[in-house]
T-cell receptor
């Protein structure tokens, strides 16, 4: 069963606009971690942001924020004031068992290709 | 220094060749990972090393042989590969297995002819 779902294979956004990348997940484990990675065409996976299942507040890192809606099992990435350099593939990922578990691996979604128009 | 380096950047090899991919990190991380990524797909975990011991092998064919000679180095030895093994091979490291944030290298683009 698909554990991480990204329903937007591709998105086009005008420069300086905000953009939301969707991610839903499925787990029965009460403890889990969610994160987002950016992969430019060069290939390197760049860690962007992390949200723990017990975190009370939504995670933020500079222009990135994670809209965590636990009841809906969604963890959308919001990029404010998009820039041309934001054009890349974005992967949502989950690790069951939470931050202090050594038992589980990261599961990636299928990705969303974001293109920023000048 | 939050960098993971990988060499070579590109590799073309025949099905009878033996080659190795190298990964290095100097962040003091004790967990290191190999992922395989086919075009337009997410990365797939292959191997995990924790404190220089193999912790996870995701049922990878034996033509891929990992090695962790010390806490900073991770190798992937390749032998008798198939054309379908052509992919981007990514190395990553994390503080240890309990830590979620993994730092990735730029990858090696492998083509098997």
């Amino acid at each position: 069963a698909q554990k991480i779902t990204q329903t937007q294979p591709g998105m086009f956004v005008q420069e300086k606009e905000a953009v939301t990348l969707d991610c839903t997940y499925d787990t029965s484990d009460p403890s889990y971690g969610l994160f987002w990675y950016k992969q430019p065409s060069s290939g390197e996976m760049i860690f962007l942001i992390y949200q723990g299942s017990y975190d009370q507040q939504n995670a933020t890192e500079g222009r990135y924020s994670l809209n965590f809606q636990k009841a809906r099992k969604s963890a959308n990435l919001v990029i404010s004031a998009s820039q041309l350099g934001d054009s890349a593939m974005y992967f949502c990922a989950m690790r069951e068992g939470g931050r202090y578990s050594s038992a589980s691996k990261i599961i990636f979604g299928s990705g969303t290709r974001l293109s920023i128009r000048p | 220094d939050t960098e993971v380096t990988q060499t070579p950047k590109h590799l073309v090899m025949g099905m009878t060749n033996k080659k190795s991919l190298k990964c290095e990190q100097h962040m003091g991380h004790r967990a290191m990972y190999w992922y395989k990524q086919k075009a337009k797909k997410p990365p797939e975990l292959m191997f995990v090393y924790s404190y220089e011991k193999l912790s996870i092998n995701e049922s990878v064919p034996s033509r891929f042989s990992p090695e962790c000679p010390n806490s900073s180095l991770l190798n992937l030895h390749l032998h008798a590969l198939q054309p379908e093994d052509s992919a981007l091979y990514l190395c990553a490291s994390s503080q240890d297995l309990t830590w979620d944030e993994q730092y990735f290298g730029p990858g090696t683009r492998l083509t098997v002819t």
